[in-house]
C-alpha cells in the first residue's frame, strides 16, 4: 500500500509592518520515478529589506543546489551542502553590498519521498510530528532556551545566565562560519495518520496544548493552516513574529479494485461487447507547467507583492513554486516574480497532492513518547495541610438558593502556601518566575458546574442556555459560556445565598488543584492513564466531548476534574507571565483583560497542558466548547 502526502502552506505579517519569512515547494522525482518534494521555510533577520533578501535568497541557493543533486542515494550530505551553499551565498551577497552586513535568516528544509522524511536545519524554525495525538519535535532547536531544555532532558539542568533571553539564537545562516547545523542521519518513516509541521518560530504564540486541539479540530492540511493562523492572530500578541507554516498529512492511498467480472447473460440474449480501453495517456514534459488561475494582484501591508501555491498532482520532474509576503491575512495573493525568484515558478493556492509507494521496511516507528519528559521532585517544605480553624481538607457543604433548592457541593480548601509556577529552565515562560504564594483559607465547588446549576441562573436572568449537545444536564459540566457568563453565574449565587462567591484567582485555583505540590500533577511527576479525561490520558472516554463530573477520583483536597474534562474560568487578566505577581492569593490586576486566564485542561488538551502550573489564555467575550466553570466562596 501506497502513501499519499496532502500539503498546504501559507504565511502572515503578524504584528510586523513587513514580511522576512519566504517558504518554498519544489516537486521532486526520485530515482524509481517516484513522486517527492522539497519543502523550505526561512524567517529573515536583518530589518526590512535585509531580512526580506536573505530569506529569499537561501531559499533560492538551498533550492538550486537540492534541484541539481537529486535523486540521490545520499539526501543527508545533500542537505548539509545545501545550507552550505545559501550560507556562501549571503556572505558573498554581504561582500558585494556591505550595508546588507548583518542580515540572515534560520531555516528548516524537508525532503519527503519514498514513505520517509530528511530534513536540514539551522536556527530555531520548528519541524513538528503529530502521531498518536502527541506532538514530538523532529528537528533541533538552537536557541538559548533549546540549549537548556536539552540540558535538563539530559539530566544536566543549567541555570540561565542573566540577562541572556531564551530567544536568543546560537546558530544562523548569516554568512559567518556556520554554528550548529542539525541534519537528519537517518530518515525518519512515515506512518498513515501522520501530520507534519514545518513552521517559522512565530507560530510560538501558540501553547502546545492549543497547537495539538487546531489540528485535531481541522479535517486537512489546508483547514488546519488557515486554523493555526487565524489562532496566532488571535491571540493578539504585541509584536507578533512573521508566521509562517506548511502542513503535510500522510494517508495511506486507497488501493485502486480491479472491475468485476460482468454477470452472464441469459443464452437468449448476446453479452454485450467489452468497451473499448480508453487510450494511455500521453508521455509527459520533464516538466509541465503549473495551471492556476490568478486572482488579481494586491499589496500587502508591506507594499509587497505576495504569492501563493496552487492545487496540483505531483508527478513530473523537478518545478517549484515560492510563496512570500503576508500582509496580515492567511490567505495570500499573487505577486510577480523578482529576480530573486527567477530560477522558480509561481503558482496559485496551496494544497498539493503526492502519491508514494511505501517500502517494505517503511513501517511505522513505534508510538513516540510524550514530548514534556518528568522532572525530578525539587526539595520544597510542603503546604500547610490544616485549616487555621482546625477544619480537616475536604469538609463538605452546601448554601440553599431563594428557591430552597441547594447550590453547588463546595469543599473547605485549607491555608497553606506554596511555590506558584514553573523553574527557571521550563520552556514555558508563561508560568516563570516561579514564587512563593501565602493562601487564607476558602471554599471551592467539588465539581465543575452542570449544566442543570447554570440553567437556574440562566433562567433567571434572561440569559442563553447552552445547548448540552445530547449531554445530561444534572452530570455533565456546562460548556459554550463565556468568562462574562461564568463572572456573572458567581455573582448570582452570592445573590441568592447571601454569601460572597467569586471565580478562583489564579493563585487560589493552581494551589486547590495542585494540593500545593511542586510535582507537575496532584498525584505526582508523572503522566498516568487513566487519571484523567484529556487527549491521549487513555481514560478510554469519548474524545470529542466532556464526560460526567466526578467520573476520576478527587485530589487531596477533595476536588475532582482539575486535571481534563473541561477547562476553567478563573478571575484575572492575562499576563504574560510571573513578574510583579501578588504573593498572597488574590486577583491579579491590571493586565490585558480582553483576555481572561484558563486552566486545568480538557478532554481535547494533550497530557502535557493539563499539568496545575500550566495556563492558558482566551477571549473573555467569547465561548468555547472546552470551558466550563468553577467556583470559590469566601470563608472568614
Known sequence: MGLEFTLAGSQIDGDRDYQEDAFLVTHLTDADGKPAALIIIADGMGGHAAGNVASNMAVQAFNK????????????EVLRECVIKANNSIAETVKETPALAGMGCTMVAAILEDGKIWWASVGDSHLYLIRDKKRKKINEDHSYGGFLDRMEA????????????????????????????????????????????????????????????????????????????IAVEDEAKPRQDNTTIVVVDVAEKAATEAPAAPAPEPAAEPAPAPAAPEPSPAPQPAQQPFQAQVEP???????????????????????????????GSSTPVPRPATAVE?????????????????TEDSAPEPEIAAVETATEPEPAPPATAQADDGSSAGSEFSDKLDDRSSGPVMVVIPEGSYEMGSSGASSSTEERPRHSVRVVKFAMSKHEITFAEYEKFAMATGRAIPDNLYMEKDTHPVIYVSWDDAFYYARWLSEQTGEDYNLASEAQWEYAAGTGARSSFWWGYNEEPGRAHCFGCGSGLDPRKPTKVGSFGPNDFGIHDTAGNVAEWVRDCWHDNYDGAPTRAEVWEGGDCSFRVVRGGSYSSPPSSIRHA???????????????????????
Open 614 to 636: 500550566k495556563r492558558d489564555k482566551f477571549k473573555s467575550d467569547s465561548s468555547y466548547d472546552h470551558i466550563g466553570i468553577r467556583v470559590v466562596k469566601r470563608i472568614d
Open 65 to 76: 543546489h537540492v534541484s541539481g543533486n537529486y535523486p540521490t542515494d545520499k539526501p543527508d
Open 342 to 358: 527567477s530560477e522558480t515558478n509561481i503558482a496559485t493556492e496551496q494544497t498539493t497532492e503526492i502519491v508514494q509507494e511505501q
Open 297 to 327: 494582484e494586491k499589496k500587502s501591508g508591506s507594499g509587497m507583492m505576495i504569492g501563493i501555491a496552487a492545487v496540483v498532482v505531483i508527478g513530473v520532474a523537478v518545478g517549484g513554486f515560492v510563496m512570500f509576503g503576508g500582509g
Open 154 to 229: 539530559a539530566g544536566t539542568p543549567v541555570e540561565p545566565e542573566p540577562g541572556l533571553a531564551r530567544n536568543m539564537l546560537m546558530s544562523a545562516v548569516m554568512g559567518d562560519e556556520l554554528g550548529e547545523v542539525d541534519v537528519s542521519k537517518e530518515p525518519l518513516k512515515l506512518a498513515d495518520g501522520d501530520r507534519i509541521f514545518i513552521c517559522s518560530d512565530g507560530m510560538d504564540t501558540l501553547t502546545e496544548g492549543k497547537f495539538l486541539q487546531f489540528s485535531d479540530w481541522s479535517e486537512n492540511p489546508k483547514e488546519c493552516t488557515e486554523a493555526l493562523l
